[in-house]
């Protein structure tokens, strides 16, 4: 069994296993009696490297020995390992000659969050979103069957994954196409079974074996020229299994379920997956394991260890400096208005796709249990559910992260959008997110949201300016969207009412001459330091659908050169709909527009990323000098 650690190591543990498993080549060179005690050192590791640099945490812990025992048995990388998500890769990328960069995890030019194929041959399939895995290694095993090649493909799926439509599909589609892959199911929170014993391990064993699949396969030869006989063979094959096992649907869907097994046993794990990695057909291995395992704090707190900061240098209490106070996160903000405004209108439910922690729904789902729906890993049903309650006179509040909303698309303008149904969408993560990287970046949903006919799109420069949207958002008769970033404000003032703004309308902030910086979203306060460098007009646009046109005319007429500054793709961005607009209405005026490039921003610190791009008041105020140098030549 594995070592229970209580503390993150701060100096580097002694691993004189884990020394000789820089590849999984070598790792398959050790004795299986060894494994065990490779698994410990891995586990220390993992822990001593994420207590240096931050990053998802438990997931990581409880995979260890199923980390271990996949690419012991199967020949990585010629077989193709596909892991959901990418959260609990960590150890895979320890196992896959990248144990010294593990320093460099999710910081500028290091190794990324996620499985990249960029990075290394091992990681198959670059991911970030969830539920993707079982599709990719479809892909995979037919992409082998039509080049005549005997490698096997395995997705790792985790049961919150697997609650996503999309595994599903994939799951159905494999067994129609009776397609040669191993799907191991990670159950980390015992939802779907807590049928773990040894009975359970003792099962899994047989029916994985290649003598019952030979009997198996036999008997069906010899039924099937009897009518109807090996149907009712089946049929008492699959219920005999689920009076013992949990894998009756999975049965159903035309997988050969094997388990729950006990993720943490390393000889089970082993045995069975030398046993499955055989076997012709769509192969489902259930396995249950324990999130933070092995980390006693993480056990015990599975959600709050989700991920963490890296560990502070042990200094001197008297060299400790007080921290300097900052406003609340977004996300809180958006959490007490939701409280808020649901005080007030008896309509209001919360809808999330598996982010009440991350969204700040906490306290709603505990004030509004009936009135709080999580849809688990299902971003598309989250929309259309939404759409239903609408249709009804319910009053939706979808809070969703930008990225994720992108999986949802067709759902907000088929069935919300083209209907005009009231609901609103809280983007929460808008904009550069820092160390996850591109995967996780809302850097589209600007140019993907304007472009829906009869939506209102708001971008709030602060925290006050956030609540006063959702407000206005819930109160518009129609598809209405607030984006706001990752982390916290510039501590505004929060006004407690519940006041809307007038649609449309932007405010100026500051007033100057020659160039106008209009600025939808956070940019406002660097902006504002660019203003006063430069005696530069400042405008918070609030808007961009719709835009403040007005405002946006007199701006032009009383400036050489306007400047939009956006965190969100410059293509088909807000700045794009200003300069629609001055071409629709033939205002020939100079143009800067400042936002994302047309490339993805890889991970780094937010103000390292934001500084790559140009959106900080360097940047802003040296883009600003340099367009106007050339008006002037």
């Known amino acids: 069994m594995p070592t229970t650690f209580h503390e993150i190591p701060r100096e580097r543990p002694l691993t004189p296993l884990l020394d000789r498993a820089n590849t999984p080549d070598e790792l398959r060179r050790l004795g299986e009696a060894e494994l065990e005690t490779l698994a410990d050192e891995l586990r220390q590791y993992l822990l001593y490297t994420v207590g240096q640099t931050g990053g998802h945490f438990g997931a990581g812990l409880g995979v260890i020995e199923l980390t271990v025992a996949l690419h ?71 992409a082998a069957r039509m080049q005549g090649s005997k490698r096997k493909s395995v997705a790792v799926i985790g049961d919150g994954a697997l609650t996503a439509g999309m595994a599903f599909e994939a799951l159905n589609h494999a067994s129609d196409v009776k397609a040669n892959m191993l799907v191991v199911l990670n159950d980390n929170d015992m939802s779907i079974s807590k049928n773990v014993g040894g009975l ?5 064993k047989i029916l994985s074996s290649r003598t019952y699949a030979n009997m198996r396969e036999g008997s069906k030869k010899v039924l099937s020229k009897l009518p109807g006989a090996w149907e009712i063979a089946r049929k008492t094959e699959e219920h005999a ?67 963490i900061t890296k560990l502070d240098p042990i200094k001197p209490a008297a060299s400790i400096e007080p921290k300097k106070p900052s406003g609340p996160k977004y ?118 949201l304007r472009c829906i006919p009869g939506m209102l799109v708001m971008t709030p420069s602060d925290e006050n300016e956030l609540r006063r949207m959702l407000t206005t958002g819930h109160l518009f008769n129609g598809p209405a969207a607030v984006r706001y970033p990752r982390g916290t404000g510039p501590n505004a003032t929060i ?91 033939n205002i020939l005026k100079p143009l800067l527009h400042l936002g994302l490039p047309d490339y993805y921003v890889e991970h780094a610190k937010p103000t390292q990323m934001l500084a790559e791009c140009g959106l900080d008041a360097a940047g802003i105020e040296a883009a600003i000098r340099a367009r106007r140098a050339l008006l002037s030549v």
Not at 200 to 204: D, F, I, K, N
Not at 396 to 414: E, G, K, N, W
Not at 523 to 533: C, D, I, R
């Open 72 to 142: 012991y048995v199967f020949d990585t990388p010629d077989d193709r390992l596909v892991w959901d998500v990418g959260h609990q890769a960590y150890p895979h990328k320890i196992l896959t000659g990248r144990r010294e960069q593990m320093g460099s995890l999710r910081q500028k030019d290091g190794i990324a969050a996620f499985p990249r194929r960029s990075e290394s041959e091992y990681d198959t399939f670059g991911v970030g979103h969830s539920s993707t895995s079982i599709s990719a290694a479809l892909g995979m095993a037919i």
């Open 200 to 204: 359970s391990t003792y099962l899994a």
């Open 241 to 307: 299994k689920g009076m013992l096992v949990s894998g009756t649907l999975f049965e159903e869907l035309g997988w050969n379920y094997i388990g729950p097994i006990d993720g943490h046993d390393l000889p089970s794990l082993l045995a069975t997956l030398r046993n499955m990695r055989d076997l012709d057909g769509p192969q489902f291995l259930h396995v249950v394991t324990k999130k933070g395992k092995g980390f006693a704090p993480a056990e015990a707190d599975p959600i709050g260890y989700h991920a």
């Open 331 to 448: 996300s809180s903000v958006f959490g007490q208005w939701l409280c808020d405004m649901a005080a007030q209108d008896p309509r209001l439910v919360g809808i999330t796709p598996a982010m009440k922690e991350g969204s700040d729904l906490v306290a709603f789902s505990e004030r509004y249990p009936e009135r709080y729906f999580d849809v688990a890993i299902a971003e598309q049903h989250a929309v259309t559910l939404a759409a239903g309650m609408a249709c009804d006179g319910v009053k939706p509040v979808v809070a969703i992260y930008s990225t994720f909303l992108q999986r949802a698309y067709d759902q907000l303008i088929h069935d919300v959008a083209v209907q005009n149904l009231d609901v609103l969408f809280a983007i929460d993560r808008a904009g550069l997110v820092g160390e996850d990287g591109p995967t996780h970046a809302g850097s589209f949903d600007i140019a993907y």
């Open 495 to 585: 006004e407690p009412g519940l006041e809307p703004l007038e649609i449309g309308k932007g405010i100026i902030r500051r007033r100057g001459t020659q160039a106008t910086l209009l600025v939808f979203g956070v940019q406002l306060a660097e902006a504002l330091k660019v203003g006063e460098a430069l005696n530069a007009t400042v405008v918070d646009m609030r808007f961009v659908k719709p835009l403040d046109e007005a405002l946006v005319r007199e701006m032009a007429a009383n400036h050489e050169l306007l400047v939009t500054i956006e965190e969100n793709s410059v293509m088909g961005g807000a700045g794009s709909a200003v300069s629609e607009f001055l071409a629709r209405e």
